[in-house]
């Protein structure tokens, strides 16, 4: 099965910065010729809904939530198996567990997809 480890959360002031890391590992039991697709970042806050936040797809195209747009920057290695998420300016209102999604796809026996999701890094920020 597909192992992702999620690091980098803590707690830092209004201002501050932070930079998680996942990285991704195994893959889908039963498939072979796997590959890991979009990788993205999603935070849920305490009463909220889980949202979306930033992702990157393989060409290295990437995409943000408006919230984070201009202060967050996601990129990943050469090798595609992490994902990381630089933040500042972090604010109060980015206090939030932060989990790591990453597309598996595998073609043998058939193609098959899944998404496999990190336990959460929780990211608070003070004033």
């Known amino acids: 099965q597909v192992q992702l480890v999620e690091s980098g959360g803590g707690s830092v002031q209004a201002g501050g910065s932070l930079r998680l890391s996942c990285v991704a590992s195994?893959?889908?039991?039963?498939?072979?010729?796997?590959?890991?697709?979009?990788m993205s970042w999603y935070r849920q806050a305490p009463g909220k809904e889980r949202e979306f936040i930033s992702a990157?797809?393989?060409?290295?195209?990437?995409n943000y939530a408006d919230p984070v747009k201009g202060r967050f920057t996601i990129s990943q290695d050469n090798a595609q198996t992490t994902v990381y998420l630089q933040m500042n300016s972090l604010q109060p209102e980015d206090t939030a567990m932060y989990y790591c999604?990453?597309?598996?796809?595998?073609?043998?026996?058939?193609?098959?997809?899944?998404?496999?999701w990190g336990q959460g890094t929780l990211v608070t920020v003070s004033s």
């Open positions: 999604k990453v597309e598996v796809i595998c073609l043998k026996p058939r193609p098959n997809k899944e998404d496999a």
């Open positions: 195994g893959y889908t039991s039963g498939y072979t010729y796997c590959t890991y697709d979009m």
């Open positions: 990157i797809d393989t060409d290295g195209s990437t």
